[in-house]
């Protein structure tokens, strides 16, 4: 197997030594892109940084929400891929950037990110999503200190059923971190601080701003979950053995083919918004009617409801007390029953002024218009001598590690499975089944 391994993607010691003439070749076939690669005091690999031309255009037109994680790798000298994912206006995985680093730890993030810092503003549009890794946190809070950096929802969530084992709590916990409004917060968060005060001090020093939708600042918009950077771990489980050169090889032709599939998918699309946008309109239109406004005469009017009560829309801010508008930065009900009655018949395509320009199909196109080239077969390289005649050694790996190579990942805190237990559907006590329940009647 290892040699048949070889004979297709090489060794992992060639792959290593020609890893600066592939970047450079890299960069040939794609202009613009950005590559970076450092070695130690000792000349051995420590980090090698990816960044498509194609993927820093793309990200222009994009929400400027970035999901971060990391997954360690399963080659023969292992390390760990980072990843740097954004969602495109149909919730699609959208690369940023990828690198591969000796170990996750603070030095490794800041490097990360500072090579991202070179064609990402750091502005407070800008939100940055992780679990609870500290490096990260504290590399963002170094590179990134304007940009708003928060938690996943999950691994937050998940951190309070391994520490607390309170079900209740949990689901109490996702209700508050959803809640659009401060007042429906805070109902949720009173009932987790009756439940386990702890939880409730415990979230407190975490900070409201970093896991609660109703406390951001406006710039996360749906992007509650790191799920987006999860799943491109699951996309390349098996390439995560490939040697170095051969991983982004993969990486490049993967989203080569998704690029091209979303850029022919819209291109004579009729709508001014992508599908799913316009499905979510259609939703929403429907709540329009139980709404209608007080007063009219300036750009905030009160809106009342025949079951939630008062809501201000102002279209001037484009904000409501209900928080939807100002979070997702699209027309809630109450925004829209106040254009339904401010433009009448317009009311159908004034909806569209007032919502991101991130949801248009136009934009769609553009994020994907940029196309992504291979690097060529070795044979056909044409390199400058000094690069290489430079062979970069592969990191050190200790080899005394006994027993076998670990092939699936550890669970971080927060990420372990619980175990499911039977249940008995007659007693319905856990630890058995009907069949062998003391309390079944056998007749």
């Known amino acids: 197997m290892e040699i048949a391994k070889t004979l297709t993607r090489g060794t992992h010691e060639h792959r290593y030594a020609v890893l600066d003439a592939n970047r450079y070749m890299l960069r040939s076939a794609n202009p613009g892109s950005k590559t970076a690669l450092r070695v130690d005091e000792n000349g051995k690999f420590k980090y090698f940084f990816v960044a498509y031309k194609a993927w820093m255009l793309g990200f222009a037109q994009m929400k400027k929400v970035i999901a971060v994680d990391g997954t360690f ?55 940055i999503i992780s679990d609870i890794h500290p490096s990260i946190k504290k590399a963002i809070s170094i590179v990134f200190p304007t940009c708003h950096y928060g938690f996943c929802m999950r691994h937050l969530g998940e951190n309070l059923r391994t520490t607390f084992h309170n079900g209740a709590v949990v689901s109490q916990f996702y209700k508050a971190a959803k809640a659009y409004n401060i007042d429906v917060f805070n109902d949720h968060f009173n009932q987790i601080r009756d439940l386990v005060p702890r939880v409730a001090e415990h979230l407190k020093r975490a900070g409201f701003h970093r896991w609660s939708r109703a406390f951001c600042l406006g710039n996360r918009y749906n992007f509650m979950t790191t799920n987006a950077a999860e799943s491109v ?13 051969a991983l982004f090889d993969s990486i490049n032709r993967r989203f080569t083919e998704k690029f091209h599939e ?178 079944r009647i056998i007749l």
């Not at 206006?89 to 070179?118: G, L, T, W």
Request: charged letters at 25%; proline letters at 7%; hydrophobic letters at 30%.
């Open 262 to 439: 979303r850029r022919m998918e819209f291109i004579d699309s009729p709508t001014i918004f992508v599908p799913l946008m316009e499905k979510k309109y259609q939703n929403l239109s429907t709540w329009v009617i139980s709404y209608w406004p007080i007063k009219l005469p300036t750009t905030s009017s009160k809106l009342i409801g025949h079951d939630s009560g008062y809501a201000t829309a102002d279209s001037l801010r484009r904000s409501c007390t209900c928080r939807v508008f100002d979070t997702d930065k699209i027309p809630c009900p109450h925004a829209m029953a106040r254009f339904r009655v401010q433009y009448s018949e317009d009311f159908g395509r004034r909806i569209y002024d007032y919502s991101s320009p991130y949801y248009r199909v136009e934009n769609y196109i553009i994020a994907y218009c940029e196309e992504m080239n291979p690097v060529p077969s070795e044979e056909s390289w044409e390199v400058p001598i000094e690069i290489l005649k430079r062979e970069i050694p592969p990191s050190h790996v200790n080899p005394s590690k006994p027993g076998r190579k670990r092939t699936k990942r550890r669970h971080g805190i927060g990420e372990s499975l619980a175990t499911r237990k039977n249940k008995c559907s007659i007693c319905k006590t856990a630890g058995h089944k009907k069949t062998t329940c003391p309390n």
């Open 73 to 127: 790798l399963r080659s023969k000298y292992e390390g760990v891929l980072l990843s740097a994912i954004a969602q495109d206006m149909k919730n699609h995985i959208f690369p940023v950037a990828f690198c591969v680093v000796d170990k996750e730890c603070d030095a490794s993030y800041k490097y990360f990110f500072e090579q991202m810092r070179s064609y990402i503003e750091d502005t407070p549009e800008l939100c």
């Open 233 to 245: 771990n699951s996309m390349f489980n098996v390439e995560r053995e490939f040697p170095i050169t």
